[in-house]
């Protein structure tokens, strides 16, 4: 699988005239890497090459590096039916430089791209209607940024006792983005329910054995 994946990458990166930049097998999944100039060519050979046919844009994300000169990755998601693979498309991008859109290729792009905008503040060239999606009118600064503050805004809600929206002050009920990365049995310092039972087991056991 891994050799096929390697050959697909290289028939492409020969096909394309350098949009491609950088191939890798990753998961069982073609990665390809390109530029905001390559990226059309790119996806438009994805979608109408015999041996790839990724005709189905299944998703377009971010991703938010702050710390490099190019903070985000914008990834798109493709999926052949026809060969029943996927392949994904990655492309690097500062706050400033403009990712040219996919909706003239894949209809669904329109959506997606609309998200990754509202979200991270990517933008897309020649986009067709490029506003937000998800979050309010009016709302300032873009969420899934690594660096975007947790307090000093409001939240809108649906009051179903005054039956309005309301606005009032961000309240959060838990700390975010404070991650061990561990399974909560590992993770987990203070004493759970029921490690008293645990331990007078053990004490019987050892008390048994002795």
Known sequence: MSETLQDLGKHI???TAGAVTA??????ELMLETTPGGLTALLTFLRDDPRCLFKQ???????DWPEREKRFDVVYNLLSLKNNQRVR????TDESTPVPSASPIFSSAGWFERETYDLY?????????LRRI???YGFE???MRKDFPLTGFVEVRWDDLQKRVV????????????FDFLSPWEGAHQVLPGDEKAGDGKAQEKGGAS
């Open 141 to 143: 600064g873009h969420p």
């Open 89 to 92: 498309v990655k492309v690097a």
């Open 167 to 178: 606005y009032e002050p961000v309240k959060l009920t838990q700390e975010f983005r404070r």
């Open 13 to 15: 990166a020969d096909s």
């Open 134 to 136: 998800l979050t309010d």
């Open 121 to 129: 503040g990517v933008w897309f060239a020649d986009h067709p209607d």
């Open 57 to 63: 844009l299944i998703d377009v994300c971010g991703v």
């Open 23 to 28: 191939t890798t097998v990753r998961l069982g």
